[in-house]
């Protein structure tokens, strides 16, 4: 009986253990080998801003629109390419997911005969300390007629991880120590 | 009684009893009785030290998150990821210490399990953070209640099954909150919920009377209430009404039927149940409740939208078969009028069918009056009823409850309807002089009769 015990104790450890880690690895295996894209973030509501401990962010591709009409049960994709300037843009949309390093799955509704998308990466969390500070730089960087925030995310197989938010050209990080001091002066 | 007793001692003198045998001071019927006594007195001051344990272990796996969370943005990504692992290994570690040296003792079990649970949710917090892991929040509930549940059985943790009730509850909340853009589909609620059916039937074999038992059920019944709100929604059927009827009938008669007690008191479950009949009818006699939208012949059907149809009608078929089973053996013990609920409601649906759909949703037609009106002659009776039990019973708060209801439907009706201030003031003042009235008379019953 105490055999069987320790047998099922074994299998919910390891699997209480592999989930968090599979999600780790997976992301890591993205990282490390996958194809970078540069995504423009698009202007914010401030008031949608900030909850919890996160930037949110949104996507100039959002603004995508497809004419093709998707059945509520598929799984949509958008199929990327890089514009003349290096960013990201969507090509089209399609329901079939292909192993290449272009392929994000999107959220995808019907709505004024056309359907619209929504970038599933809107979350750029921060630390507790960072985030008022986080939030107005983005909120500063991503108003209409200065776009300076972009972010690099990269594609494997159709797995995205979210890389780096960057902010005039600089990480998120590095720009809010350069603010700080510059405050300090 | 149980709280001045010096444990330690008690530790001492059960540790004295077979010297004292073997002296021949006391006889071995005496040891046992002497055993016996002091058992039961171990198990009722257990579950106050089991809850300070729980807590305890809560506040722990919270404080190791804060502390970790805090100030680490210079830390790498590698390290980080490791000191994500750090809590999970150590309680795993823990539940290795209890399963194989602390298997009987309730309150390691039930510390244990709540620790693990805290710090499986700090694991994939933190690991999300680190690696900018997108989903809501209702996506990392789910996640976090499934790799939960296995230990509630392993553990036994009857804490634990009422903390994975919460958060079935969390989940179906933030699910609505995460997704505007298609209905949300609450069918994982079902799936989760048979998941903790059948250590609830372990600890209800068990021992049915227990405060974890009692704690487990009211739990699963609000669980149970707020996961048929968000499926009758997700059905677009018009049939919520007919569904809370028969779920809280169920829960009454399952509660008078699987708890029966020696007194003329009922058990929390059918109290719930009952309170649930009482709120749900005075709700369905506004007539605003009646105003059938049809939605089910709208757009098209998903298989997951029939199941919740389907689900609709479980309960009331349980209902029924409850009261079935409940009249062929002890007629005498439920409450008529709480029983007939969901036929009483189908009723009222049929007749509020009758009618075209008006042009406007908010327009009533006769058909929605006439079944507003039958649920308010309904809800009255409950309240009669529920009010004459009560005095016979000698129960202040039956009576009351049944007051409630009478005076909750004509306040109700007073701001529904166009009277006058004078005819709604003497309306209050009825309902008021009601409630003093019945007082009265029953405190006066109650210490004129021999206690």
């Known amino acids: 009986m105490k055999g069987l015990f320790i047998l099922i104790f074994v299998l919910i450890a390891l699997a209480q253990l592999s989930v968090p880690a599979w999600m780790a690895w997976a992301r890591v295996q993205t990282l490390a080998h996958g194809r970078v894209w540069k995504f423009k973030t698009a202007p914010v509501d401030p008031e949608d801003a900030v909850r919890g401990r996160y930037v949110r962010l949104s996507y100039d591709v959002d603004r995508f629109t497809g004419h093709e009409k998707f059945q509520s049960s598929d799984s949509v994709y958008a199929v990327l390419k890089e514009n003349a300037e290096g960013f990201a843009e969507v090509d089209r949309l399609t329901t079939e997911k292909g192993d290449g390093d272009n392929f994000v799955k999107v959220e995808a509704w019907w709505r004024n005969d056309s359907e619209s998308i929504a970038f599933p990466l809107n979350q750029y969390w921060v630390t507790e300390q960072d985030a008022p500070a986080a939030e107005k730089a983005y909120a500063e960087n991503s108003r209409r007629g200065q776009q300076n925030a972009y972010v690099t995310v990269r594609v494997r197989k159709g797995d995205v991880a979210l890389e780096q938010l960057y902010i005039n050209n600089q990480p998120l990080r590095d720009f809010l120590r350069a603010e700080a001091q510059k405050e300090k002066k | ?451």
């Open chain 2, 1 to 451: 009684m149980a709280g001045s007793i010096n444990r330690r001692a008690v530790r001492w003198l059960r540790g004295q009893l077979p010297e004292l045998v073997a002296a021949g001071a006391i006889s071995s019927e005496n040891a046992a009785k002497i055993e016996h006594h002091y058992a039961s007195v171990e198990t009722r001051s257990n579950f106050g030290f089991i809850i300070l344990a729980t807590v305890g272990a809560a506040f722990l796996g919270a404080g190791i998150i804060l502390i970790i969370a805090h100030n680490w943005d210079d830390l790498s990504r590698a390290t980080r990821t490791v000191i994500a692992f750090i809590p999970l290994v150590m309680a795993l570690a823990l539940v290795a210490f209890v399963l194989l040296r602390r298997n009987e003792s309730r309150p390691w079990c039930e510390a244990v399990a709540i620790f693990d649970f805290a710090a499986v949710a700090t694991a994939i917090s933190l690991i999300s953070q680190t690696y900018q892991i997108q989903g809501s929040f209702a996506d990392f509930m789910k996640v976090w209640l499934l790799l939960c549940i296995p230990v509630v059985y392993l553990l036994r943790s009857a804490f634990g099954a009422v903390v994975y009730a919460i958060g079935l509850i969390v989940w179906l909340f933030a699910r609505e909150m995460a997704f505007f853009v298609r209905s949300p589909n609450p069918m994982f609620f079902w799936v989760a919920f048979l998941l903790i059916v059948p250590y609830f039937l372990l600890r209800y074999w068990k021992d049915r009377e227990s405060r974890e038992c009692t704690a487990l059920s009211i739990a699963l019944v609000i669980a149970l209430t707020v996961g048929m709100g968000f499926t009758a929604d997700f059905a677009k059927s018009d049939l919520g009404c007919i569904a809370f009827a028969g779920l809280f009938t169920a829960i009454y008669l399952a509660g008078i039927r699987f708890f029966p007690r020696s007194d003329d008191r009922l058990h929390i479950v059918a109290l719930l149940g009952g309170i649930g009949i009482g709120v749900t009818a005075i709700c369905l006699s506004f007539e605003s409740s009646w105003h059938m939208t049809r939605e089910f012949f709208w757009g098209e059907r998903i298989l997951q939208a029939n199941l919740a149809f389907a689900l609709e009608f479980l309960f009331p078929l349980a209902a029924i078969a409850l009261a079935a089973i409940g009249f062929s053996r002890n007629r005498a013990q439920f409450s008529w009028p709480a029983v007939v609920f969901p036929i009483v409601t189908a009723i009222g649906w049929g007749l509020a069918n009758l009618c075209d759909k008006p042009a406007e949703r908010w327009l009533g037609t006769r058909c929605s009056f006439t079944a507003a009106a039958l649920m308010n002659c309904y809800a009255l009776w409950l309240g009669i009823d529920i009010l004459v039990r009560g005095i016979r019973a000698h129960s202040v708060a039956r009576a009351n409850f049944g007051l409630l209801l009478i005076a909750a439907l004509a306040i109700s009706r007073f701001f529904d309807s166009e009277l006058s201030f004078v005819t709604r003031g003497l309306g209050f003042i009825v309902v008021g002089a009601g409630f003093l009235v019945a007082n009265v008379l029953m405190f006066k019953k109650r210490s004129a009769s021999p206690a």
